[in-house]
């Protein structure tokens, strides 16, 4: 709702959004700052940690006037479950007071985080860092509580971490944190056994400018996109240097120009060095959505390495590439491609966790058009068990159209006695009545 579109259900991509619309709309960044709080209470739920959602929040929190965040903020703490671990944190408020202070000083906000070093710090006692840009420069202030009280190997270690990213202050009270004061000073870190002035610690000389970070995602985008049409072999080097895949297909998809004669055998080459860079043969659900947009568009490429590569697809994925293609002829967008339940599905209906790996021949392509939005069905090859899961996803009221294929009798014939939505027998020639279909989905604005 707040975006007026879908939103992404990746973390990385969400916050991004949020980020971006923040920007965009900065007198209603009290209003992003509560719908992301609930919208992650709705939707992982209070038992899941929340630390990324921090920056997002203080945003808020510093910019505005902060009550609808408050409200939310308080919903979330009062909800005691994991989610809520870095928002009680004594920190996270004296870190956002410290940001507000610095915004009144023209200063802005580049991020507020928990956690410092991986998997080496307990979960409930993480040390904090907030990153500020002021006119002479970033300043990066991390904040290690008395609870935190590290050893002396990980006292090392986290500041050798601090000192990487730019860190020149460092708020370490307590007897416990004398290890990690000390190798501090060594660094050239200004440290604090207590809790001085904002102006204190607002003061003093700003970090030295760091080299960017390289930006592996963006590196493989430029070769897939580039003048020249690279090589599976040179893309699938450029994935040994780390950027997952999840990350470069929408990433991809943003650049590449679906109308380029090029975009097909682009496409094809990204699908077969992904294979062959991925240590395992699971399926990339980003890489699905990709690879049936770029195929329903015509790529022949495209389709061919979806057929013979099971990871996006098999050959029962053509079928969906097909209507998937009919469905675009009617100016619809297929912007997200899901096959079988998904983890937050399985999550909330235990049946559907049991029944998961019999529900592959169910396949839902998320589409719009304008202010219409719906789920297009394409389901084949069920047995009894994927029958009966099929059965608890159609129990979800949501506007739907569903393709059968004619040639699964028994299938069409179980689907029609449960009384749900008509189906669309498809052989393939069906497009006029599954666009006719489609044109009856609702608006947003209608529903509204």
């Known amino acids: 709702r707040l975006f007026g579109e879908a939103a992404p259900t990746g973390r990385d991509a969400r916050l991004a959004a949020l980020e971006r619309w923040m920007d965009a709309h900065p007198d209603r960044a009290d209003e992003a700052g509560a719908a992301a709080i609930r919208s992650h209470l709705a939707g992982p739920g209070p038992e899941v940690p929340a630390p990324w959602l921090a920056s997002t929040i203080a945003r808020a929190l510093i910019t505005s006037s902060g009550s609808r965040t408050r409200q939310a903020l308080g919903e979330l703490r009062k909800s005691g479950g994991a989610a809520a671990t870095a928002f009680v944190d004594p920190a996270f408020d004296r870190l956002v007071r410290l940001a507000k202070t610095a915004a009144g000083t023209g200063a802005r906000l580049l991020g507020l985080r928990r956690g410092v070093l991986a998997r080496a710090e307990p979960p409930d006692r993480k040390a904090w860092t907030l990153r500020l840009a002021t006119e002479s420069g970033e300043r990066v202030i991390a904040w290690c509580g008395p609870e935190v009280a590290p050893d002396d190997g990980t006292s090392l270690a986290l500041v050798a971490r601090l000192a990487e990213l730019g860190a020149t202050v460092l708020l370490a009270p307590g007897e416990g944190n004398a290890a990690l004061r000390a190798a501090a000073t060594t660094a050239g870190i200004a440290v604090y056994d207590g809790d001085p ?11 030295a400018a760091r080299a960017p970070r390289t930006d592996r995602v963006g590196a493989i985008v430029a070769l ?15 994935f040994a240097e780390g950027p997952r895949a999840w990350k470069v297909f929408p990433a991809v998809d943003r650049v590449l120009a679906l109308d380029d004669p090029s975009a097909d055998t682009r496409s094809a080459t990204l699908l077969r060095a992904v294979d062959a860079a991925a240590e395992d043969d699971r399926v990339i659900p980003e890489g699905l959505t990709f690879a049936i947009r770029i195929a329903a568009r015509g790529g022949a490429s495209t389709r061919e390495v979806i057929a013979n590569h099971p990871r996006f697809g098999g050959p029962a994925a053509l079928g969906v590439v097909d209507v998937a293609a009919a469905a675009m002829t009617g100016g619809w967008d297929p912007f997200r491609v899901l096959r079988g339940p998904t983890r937050k599905e399985r999550d909330v209906r235990p049946v ?17 058009r304008g202010a219409q939005k719906g789920e297009l069905w394409f389901v084949t090859g069920m047995g009894p068990e994927g029958q009966a899961g099929m059965a608890q996803l159609l129990a979800e009221k949501h506007p739907r159209v569903v393709v059968l294929p004619v040639e699964d009798s028994e299938l069409l014939s179980w689907y029609n006695r449960l009384g749900a939505t008509p189906a669309i027998g498809w052989t393939g020639d069906e497009g006029d009545a599954l666009r006719t279909a489609l044109d009856l989905l609702p608006s947003e604005t209608a529903e509204a």
């Open 197 to 207: 002035s904002d102006s204190e610690l607002l003061g003093g000389a700003p970090t």
């Open 224 to 238: 897939v996109t580039g003048p020249e049409i690279p090589s599976v072999e040179a893309l699938t080097a450029a």
């Open 352 to 368: 559907l966790a049991e029944l998961g790996g019999a529900l592959d021949g169910v396949w839902r392509i998320l589409v719009r």
